[in-house]
């Protein structure tokens, strides 16, 4: 399975981006999709996440998780971007999900986000 986060970019404080995860090689329906992100020098941190059942938690409200199964991608929108938002973001899939990265069994790449103040 590959997945290809993207969407990434720099955006001033206030300002709002959309990620995508988009997966291929297996059955993408079947399985939650998660996002974490790591700032420098800080820990993995949970962002949100996405069930099968299409149920989903964020870590804020400012951020929304969604899903289209038809086009096995996951979107992440996130509105009102603080400077501390700045990290890598990276998308993983896995059957359960959740809140911690071990619950997640393949990871795409990352894609930098970058919020200016």
């Known amino acids: 399975v590959q997945l290809q986060a993207s969407g990434g970019g720099l955006v001033q404080a206030g300002g709002s981006l959309r990620l995508s995860c988009t997966a291929s090689g297996r059955t993408f329906s079947s399985y939650a999709v998660g996002w974490f992100r790591r700032a420098p020098g800080k820990e993995r941190e949970f962002v949100a996440a996405?069930?099968?059942?299409g149920t989903s938690t964020t870590y804020a409200g400012r951020f929304t998780i969604s899903r289209d199964n038809a086009k096995n991608t996951v979107y992440l929108q996130m509105n009102s971007l603080k400077p501390e938002d700045t990290a890598v973001y990276y998308c993983a899939s896995g059957l359960q999900g959740g809140s911690t990265w071990y619950q997640y069994d393949y990871w795409g790449q990352g894609t930098q986000v970058t919020v200016s103040s």
């Open positions: 996405i069930r099968r059942s």
